[in-house]
Every structure is written in structure tokens, then in C-alpha cells.
């Protein structure tokens, strides 16, 4: 079915829109649920509301997955990472590239490309976004893509034509706020997001009227109550083992000063919407600078999971999950919603595995703690989550921090930090499978030593202080990556498989048992389901895959996709730490390796089954 | 130890005269006065001009893309580039940046363009090969 421009639909779609959204009552997208639920579209960026990067799509499965060829591939013109997937909605496909953001649609029965759309952004931007220039993603609804551009500018272009219908800046990236993060459509309001963390941007989320491109709620991370759309009376927290109203003032008690002003709490993840419950749910990045001892506090509420309001933007709950960083662990990781059984009681939750190394089973329905487990044995800056309190217990040896342990601050160097400030995990989304009822997660397994140091705020200017090397977890199978297979109600690994790079791509699940994931090498790999050690297909595309895997049909048959590209943090980091000259060559021996396997370049690459 | 050793063959290899022996004193001087234009002592200890501009390259995150070691990553090593850009030059780009390659221009940052002599100091003192890491103090 094509989509149509046809009025009275669209005034149909307006009212349906307008009755889901009074108070009380769900408010999906009606037209984005329809081409949500129908499993031969990718029409989100997760492939749904919920984050779950699963596809009911099951003609590849785990017993032909292994005959899978490539079916097409296109080059997008562009260096740099390539993070994020297409879209696929009724027969055409949307293709989004790093800066300098250019749009393509492609109508799958040609393969020709319908329109282009390059934005004219001042280069300016680049250095403000140092040290990759990674954009995740385009959005659809009722026609329309969303397009959100690296210097903040969010767009609507007509997904027939490409034309423009409306934009709004949504930052000043002089002063170093840019956008990588995809936007996402939840009801009539398109929601994105800020990134700058380390230009001391005080982080935001804001919701956008679909239609018209107008500001309908902005939530800051940091600062006053009446800024932040927190309600202090009734936002509720975990707080000694229950949940209580955060009171009064919860985030400027926590800052010395006017430091929340460029406090940082960025948003540049992934976001996910509950509609029956009206909630969406992301996390916040890391306080600003990432020297902690300039920072005095808890710093709230940056590496925080928000649950807010859909149409008021009002926070119904928040978590903190690492007061006071001390080691660039941003919270921005994907909340993912899933109804599974926790500690055998089925429960609405929410699933995050966050930088910190820790893996969070919330209840989403009220910010209730219920699970934080390591998900990365060797996690060691802190011991655990006390589950009253909800705090992690830093262990002083690696804390940064003068507040935490007062012989460690500015200038000196605390080694053998675990995970590295990359995370044990970072913005590469994990996948939920239904039938297995776990969770498929692509991780890095790096450690670092960290230094941090003084520095001043300068508008505009890097605002990052501390110094830091990488290398592969020592002691451990000399890689930097696992793919985990990974039980939130319980939280334990069901399995653990080691590779040699970080896993820097989105995984998929799919109904034919499998799971598949990309590598830094370049490989495109489908594991079983049930048994990921188990590789059942592995193909070496053109360059290192940051990208997410993604699935649709055309004509009746599956395809499988994924962008390669080499770039991101991941090729930041792959970089980061040569010729130290106080590392042994056994540390700096993996990164190196990288450079002998792919070079720079963005691609799709296109799977599907041989036809017989 | 076996760093150190590692550090001073590599210097010799590479720059064969831009250091002396082990324990002596390496200077270079400016083309414009007498006055070296860095002064290191065992590889990494430094004059307070060059520890100066240290802390500036510190303090303006340019290891987030040139690398902690200025070996290079989005942007280019600076070990190699300051074997060919002048002093001038040097400024020029820090001052104005190359926006189409992702250099942002520091011309408005104070702390950079009042320590831009220190910085070039310190970094043509790693690219000479004489300041043999990238983290570097004082001269005791």
C-alpha cells in the first residue's frame, strides 16, 4: 500500500490523534502502529515503540541462515560512522548518513534513488562535534521523515518528494550543542534530544508537534523543577528501598553553585514510549567536566533514567544511576520495555544496560528498583548496587574523585579502571527476543586508566578534563568485545561470546531464532538464538559495522540489512592509547590490529535468502 | 627502564641529533632569540613555558582528535605534522582553524592564543623527538 497525501485521511488520522490524546487515554501514532505492526516494514528505528529490535519475519531463520547472500549493496558517498539503520515503510527505503546528513529514498522495486536531500550545515559544525561525526537515525509518521541534523536543526521533509516542510533549531551549536541521536515520533510529537556533554551543554529533552514543528515541552536534565518539568511533590524516586516525591529542589541541591548551568546531562540516545502507559523513557549523560572534583555532589539528575509524560513532558519517575560520575559513564543507553517475568513475578518492565557496567530491571509502570547486576564480570569501580539505597558502592581504588577518596584528584592517574569511559556498553542497542525472554547485548569489554584534571569553562570550547588510555580488559580472553545473552529477571549471563573488537552494532532478533549483530572487523554475523556461540553466518562487508541490523520484506520476501563504516567512539577508541609508552605491546597490540582489517567508508549491505 | 631505553633509540633512529646522551639536556633554540624554545631534561621534564603549553593542549581536549599521545586519529599526528608546518603556520590553523576538516578555529579561546607560543613548544618538542611522552613536568 502506498502511502497518500489524501486529506480526509490524514483529518481522519488528526481526529484519531486528537481522541487518543485526551487525558487518560493512549496516544500512539495511529498511522506509525499500523506501519509498526506490520512486520514487513522497519519503520522505527528499534522497529518499534519499545525498543526491542525484534522482527516477527521468520523465512531466514537459524536453519537457512547460513545459505544467505548478499542481495544489493549501496555506497552512500560518505566517510566516517555510520550508526543507525534505514527505514523501510511500504516499499521505499529511507537512507540517513554521518554529516553531512544526507537523505536518500530508494523504491525497492528499482532500486533508484526517488529524491535526495542534502542540508546546506555550516562546517563549523564538525570540530564542535569532535571526534565523530555519527548521526543515528531518521524517523517517520503520516508521510512525513524527520530528519534531525548535526547542527540541531530538526526537519519534516515530505517522504514522497523530499521537499521541506517545516524546520526548528533546537540548539546553538556554537556553543557546542549539536545532534547525533535519531528522532523518534511517539503520538503527535516528534522528541529529540541534545548531545555536548563535553562542551558543558546542560542537557534537555524536547517534544515537537509532528505537523507543525512546534514546541510543545522542553525537559532540561539539570536545574530548577520548573525547568527540568519535574513536579516535586509527585516525580517519585527510589529512595531507601521505596518510592518518595524527590522533593524540592532535587538537582540544584546537588551542584555547587550555578555549575548546573553547563552541567551537561546530555541526550543522545535511544528513546522508547509505552503508549498504554503514556510514558517515555530515556537517560541522561554525564555531568560536566569530567573532572569530578571540580563538581562537588551527586550531580542530579545527569546519569539518570527519566520516565516522562508523553504529552505534558512532566517526569513520573527518575533514577540516578551513577551520582557524582567520575568516569564519563553517560546513562543514555537505550531503555528497553519488555513484559517478562522478574524474580518469577510477570512484571511491566524496563531493561537498561548502561555504560556504568551495570544492567537495571526497573519497573516501568513506577521507577521501582528491582534488579542491577553486572553484566561484564570484571566490572570493578564499584563492588555493587545497594538495592535500598539504590547507589552503587565505589570502590576507592578507582574512584577519580577527591570527594571519594581523598588521595586520589586533579593530576593523578588511577589505573585499571573497568569498563573504560566507552562503557561496558555504549549507544549500540541491545535486542529482546520474546521466545527465549532475554536480552542480546553487544558489549565492550575495555579498561582504562583515567587522569583527571582542572579546567575551565570557556563558551563554546571543549570542556572535557581528564586524559585517558584504553585496552583490552586484562586478564581476561584479550578481546574487547562479548556478545552476551543476558536474563533481566534475574540478572545473570545465560552466555557469553568473546570477539575480538567491541560490539558496536545493534543486535536483531528475529522469529527464525536468530540473532545478528556486525563487528568492528567488518563481519556481518547471525548467531542461534538459543545458543549464541553457535555462528551460523558471517560475512565480511565493506568496512567496520557500527550500524544496526535491521529486516524487512519486499515483494513477499526478507531481507536483512545492515550500514557499514568505520568510525564512532568505537574507531576513536580503537586508536586511542597507541605508543603508549608505559603500556606493555601486548595492551596496544588489539587496537592496532583494527587498522589490518577495514579502512573507512559508508555502505548498506543488503542480505536475503538465494532464490530457488 | 626498558621504556626510557625504548624512547632514546627511537629518538635517535628517527631525529638522530635532535637529542644528546642520556643524562644531557636538550634544548632547541627559536630562530628568533636565544632563548630555547624548549627545554626538557630526561625526556619529560620541562621548562614552565613548555609545561605551559602542556596543560594548553591539556585543557583544550586536542587528544580527542589527534590523540593522547598526539599520534593521530580523526585529526592528524601532530609528530609528523610539525615536522613540516612552520611556526606561522602553525598559529594560522590553531588561530583559524581547517572547518572543512574538522579543525575548529581557537581563535576565540584566551587560554589557547595567550599560550600559543608554549603550545608550539611543546608539540615541535614531541615531534623533535626530544620530549619523549606526551605527559610531561616540571623541571625539578
Known amino acids: 500500500m502506498k502511502q497518500t497525501g489524501n486529506p480526509a485521511r490524514r483529518n481522519m488520522q488528526l481526529l484519531a490523534a486528537v481522541l487518543l490524546a485526551l487525558p487518560g487515554l493512549a496516544s500512539a501514532n495511529a498511522d506509525l502502529k499500523a506501519k509498526i505492526d506490520n512486520p514487513g516494514n522497519w519503520a522505527a528505528q528499534a522497529g518499534d515503540f519499545y525498543n526491542q529490535r525484534y522482527s516477527k519475519l521468520d523465512q531466514i531463520n537459524k536453519d537457512n541462515v547460513g545459505d544467505m547472500q548478499v542481495a544489493w549493496t549501496f555506497s552512500t558517498g560518505v566517510l566516517r560512522g555510520h550508526e543507525g539503520s534505514p527505514l523501510v515503510i511500504d516499499g521505499m527505503m529511507y537512507i540517513h548518513t554521518p554529516f553531512p546528513n544526507k537523505v536518500f529514498a530508494i523504491d525497492l522495486d528499482t532500486q533508484k534513488i526517488v529524491w535526495r536531500h542534502e542540508p546546506r550545515q555550516d562546517p563549523s559544525v564538525i570540530a564542535q562535534m569532535c571526534c565523530d561525526t555519527v548521526y543515528r ?8 521523515i524527520f530528519l534531525q541534523q548535526a547542527d540541531s536543526t530538526l526537519v519534516a521533509l515530505d517522504a514522497k518528494d523530499g521537499k521541506v516542510l517545516w524546520s526548528v533549531v533546537n540548539g546553538d551549536p556554537k556553543l557546542g550543542a549539536v545532534n547525533t541521536n535519531a528522532p523518534h515520533v511517539f503520538g503527535d510529537k516528534v522528541i529529540t534530544g541534545i548531545s555536548g556533554g563535553e562542551w558543558g551543554v546542560r542537557g534537555f529533552l524536547a517534544a515537537y508537534d509532528i505537523n507543525t514543528g512546534k514546541q510543545v515541552w522542553k ?4 536545574g530548577p523543577d520548573a525547568e527540568m518539568l519535574i513536579d516535586p511533590d509527585k516525580t517519585m524516586t527510589w529512595t531507601d528501598g521505596e518510592l518518595k516525591p524527590v522533593g524540592k529542589d532535587s538537582s540544584l541541591k546537588t551542584w555547587q553553585g550555578d555549575q548546573w548551568k553547563i552541567g551537561g546531562g546530555t541526550t543522545w540516545g535511544w528513546f522508547s514510549y509505552d503508549p498504554a502507559l503514556n510514558l517515555v523513557y530515556y537517560g541522561t549523560g554525564n555531568p560536566s567536566t569530567w573532572n569530578p572534583s571540580q563538581r562537588p555532589g551527586d550531580n542530579k539528575w545527569t546519569m539518570t533514567i527519566f520516565a516522562r509524560d508523553l504529552d505534558t513532558g512532566v517526569a513520573k519517575w527518575v533514577y540516578q544511576m551513577t551520582p557524582h560520575d567520575e568516569w564519563d559513564y553517560d546513562g543514555v543507553n537505550e531503555m528497553i520495555l519488555a513484559d517478562i517475568k522478574v524474580k518469577g513475578k510477570d512484571t511491566k518492565a524496563l531493561v537498561h544496560f548502561d555504560r556504568n557496567g551495570f544492567a537495571y530491571t526497573m519497573d516501568r509502570t513506577n521507577g521501582a528498583l528491582l534488579v542491577a547486576e553486572k553484566y561484564d564480570p570484571t566490572v570493578n569501580w564499584a563492588s555493587h548496587v545497594d538495592m535500598k539505597t539504590g547507589r552503587p558502592q565505589v570502590v576507592a581504588q578507582y574512584s577519580t574523585s577527591k570527594f571519594t577518596n581523598p588521595n586520589h584528584g586533579p593530576d593523578v592517574n588511577v589505573k585499571g579502571i573497568c569498563p573504560a569511559a566507552l562503557g561496558t556498553k555504549d549507544q549500540q ?79 536483531l532478533n528475529t522469529a527464525g531464532g536468530i540473532s545478528c549483530f556486525g563487528t568492528l572487523e567488518g563481519h556481518l554475523k547471525c548467531v542461534d538464538a538459543k545458543d549464541i556461540n553457535k555462528e551460523l553466518y558471517s560475512f565480511k562487508t565493506p568496512s567496520g559495522i557500527i550500524g544496526n541490523v535491521f529486516t524487512y520484506l519486499h515483494k513477499g520476501k526478507q531481507y536483512l540489512g545492515v550500514f557499514s563504516g568505520i568510525g564512532g567512539w568505537a574507531g576513536i577508541g580503537m586508536a586511542a592509547g597507541l605508543e603508549q609508552d608505559t603500556d606493555g605491546l601486548g595492551a596496544v597490540g588489539g587496537y592496532r590490529d583494527l587498522q589490518n582489517y577495514t579502512q573507512l567508508g559508508g555502505s548498506l549491505t543488503i542480505f536475503a535468502l538465494p532464490n530457488r | 627502564m626498558r621504556h626510557r631505553q625504548f624512547a632514546i633509540a627511537f629518538a635517535l633512529l628517527c631525529f638522530g641529533s635532535a637529542t644528546q646522551a642520556e643524562d644531557a639536556r636538550a634544548a632547541a633554540k627559536s630562530s628568533a632569540s636565544d632563548k630555547p624554545l624548549y627545554t626538557v631534561v630526561d625526556g619529560y621534564k620541562v621548562d614552565a613555558d613548555t609545561l605551559q603549553g602542556f596543560r594548553t593542549w591539556r585543557a583544550a581536549a586536542c587528544d580527542r582528535c589527534h590523540g593522547a599521545n598526539q599520534e593521530g586519529m580523526v585529526g592528524p599526528s601532530l609528530i609528523e605534522s610539525l615536522k613540516t608546518l612552520s611556526r606561522d603556520e602553525f598559529v594560522t590553523v590553531v588561530r583559524d582553524g581547517r572547518l572543512d576538516k574538522g579543525m575548529q578555529s581557537f581563535g576565540s579561546d584566551q587560554r589557547v592564543m595567550d599560550n600559543i607560543d608554549h603550545l608550539y613548544a611543546y608539540l615541535k618538542g614531541r615531534s623533535d623527538g626530544a620530549i619523549t611522552r606526551a605527559r610531561v613536568s616540571a623541571i625539578e
Request: with cysteine; net charge negative; hydrophobic share 35%.
Open chain 1, 137 to 144: 537515525g531518521l524517523a517517520y509518521a503520516e508521510g512525513k
Open chain 1, 429 to 507: 542497542p541491545a535486542s529482546f527476543d520474546p521466545n527465549t525472554g532475554l536480552f542480546y547485548v553487544p558489549t565492550n569489554h575495555v579498561c582504562m586508566d583515567y587522569e583527571p584534571f582542572e579546567v575551565e569553562y570557556v563558551a563554546g570550547q571543549p570542556y572535557v578534563g581528564a586524559t585517558l588510555s584504553m585496552f583490552p580488559t586484562p586478564n581476561s580472553h584479550g578481546g574487547m568485545g562479548n556478545f552476551i545473552a543476558w536474563d533481566a529477571g534475574e540478572g545473570k549471563i545465560v552466555q557469553s561470546k568473546p570477539e575480538k573488537f567491541s560490539v558496536w552494532s545493534g543486535s
Open chain 1, 219 to 222: 525537559g532540561y536534565s539539570v
